[in-house]
């Protein structure tokens, strides 16, 4: 099994940035071959969307919505998956999940969230 720990939400201002961070945790094995890591957001009452995802050989994609302003990055000596969130805005708000997967478009594990509220 793999357990993903989210950190590093919490309250920002229009226009600033903040970090978040998830740990894979559990087999090593299990963590060395998912294919993915990514950042989903939800919002109460609509449906959970995809913000970011880093693949195996490094490839990433962004939705339209946070291009340009968000970055998603890995350290695999850590088995953790970064997002940098800059220029953030007030519909930025959410609770962000971390997920994992073994191919494409593919959720095999999720964090348990982490919310981020961006003031405007």
């Known amino acids: 099994q793999v357990q993903l720990v989210e950190s590093g939400g919490g309250l920002v201002q229009a226009g600033g940035s903040l970090r978040l961070s998830c740990a894979a945790s559990g087999s090593i094995f299990l963590i060395k071959a998912l294919e993915a890591m990514g950042w989903y957001r939800q919002v109460s009452g609509q449906q959970r969307e995809l913000v970011a995802a880093?693949?195996?050989?490094?490839?990433?994609n962004y939705s339209d919505s946070v291009k340009g302003r968000f970055t998603i990055s890995r350290d695999n000596a850590k088995n953790t998956v970064y997002l940098q969130m800059n220029s953030l805005k007030p519909e930025d708000t959410a609770v962000y999940y971390c997920e994992a997967g073994y191919g494409p478009r593919r959720t095999d594990y999720w964090g348990q969230g982490t919310q981020v509220t961006v003031s405007s």
């Open positions: 880093i693949h195996r050989d490094g490839n990433t």
